[in-house]
Each structure stands twice: as C-alpha cells, then as structure tokens.
C-alpha cells in the first residue's frame, strides 16, 4: 500500500524537525520503505511517500513523524482508466 504524508512543521520545532528526518531511511522499520520525500513551497513544508503493508504499520510512522510535524496521510490508489 502506498501512503502519502503532507507535513507542516510545528511552531519553534523546525530544528527538531530536521534533525529527526535527516536519518529517516536508516531509521525506519523494515516493513517501511520510503519512495520519495520532498521539501515544498507552500501550505505544506515537506511531503513523504512510502509504502506499508497496512494501516496499522503506516500509522506507526506517522506517529513517529508527529513528535515534530502536524501531518494529514492519505492512502494512494493507482489511478484507474
């Protein structure tokens, strides 16, 4: 299942933030594999893509993420023709 986490950094947190995302894929559980992950300009500071095996994994990391970062998920399905 692939998963994408638009995230905004808290208030007075941004040090935190980049400190705890700068070792993410060595720091991530095996069962989660990240594809991307981007800064952006905007309403959203960073985006994150991964895949999980399930909800509850996803769910997992994102929690992870929340320490530092408010954060909206949504669940990527292939676009159908």
Known sequence: MIFVTL???RSGKMEDALKATKGLPKA????IK??????LFGRYDAIFIFE????????KFV???QDTLDTET???????E
């Open 7 to 9: 995230c905004t950094v």
């Open 28 to 31: 991530l559980p095996p069962e």
């Open 34 to 39: 990240l594809k991307a992950r981007y800064s």
């Open 74 to 80: 949504f669940l990527a399905v292939p676009w159908a």
């Open 63 to 65: 929690r992870w993420l």
């Open 52 to 59: 999980a095996p399930d909800e509850t994994t996803a769910t």
